[in-house]
């Protein structure tokens, strides 16, 4: 894939330079606070908040999973501690979802950019 989005920019620069000088991608940090700038960004707020929230729950849960004297209170800790490590997980997939989103959204509005300097061009 990598040689072909390759020769797609060559094309691209050959015809129009300034129209790939806003391609960069965003570093990992950029794409991450993205979702806290966008039309939901309360949700995603409220799932970092809750994705800490079950970290700390599960630090919790292992300590007093390693204190439990009676096998019953092991289990049950063991049982806080894994409940908390699937919410964890689930909720940092459904974040890495959202990132995946607006990654594919601005390569939708890139490709539309492209379609319209195309058709401007064959109006010309």
Request: charged share 25%.
């Amino acid at each position: 894939m990598n040689a072909f989005d390759d020769t797609v920019r060559e094309a691209l620069r050959a015809e129009d330079d300034d129209l790939l000088k806003d391609f960069s991608e965003p570093n990992m940090l950029n794409q991450a606070l993205s979702t806290l700038r966008r039309g939901t960004r309360w949700i995603n707020a409220l799932g970092m908040v809750f994705t800490f929230v079950f970290f700390g729950l599960q630090i919790w849960c292992a300590v007093r999973f390693f204190n439990a004297t009676e096998v019953q209170h092991m289990i049950a800790w063991a049982t806080g501690f894994l409940f908390c490590a699937l919410a964890v997980a689930m909720l940092k997939m459904w974040f890495w979802m959202q990132m995946d989103k607006y990654v594919v959204l601005r390569e939708i509005k890139r490709l539309e950019l492209q379609v319209a300097k195309l058709a401007a061009r064959d109006r010309a």
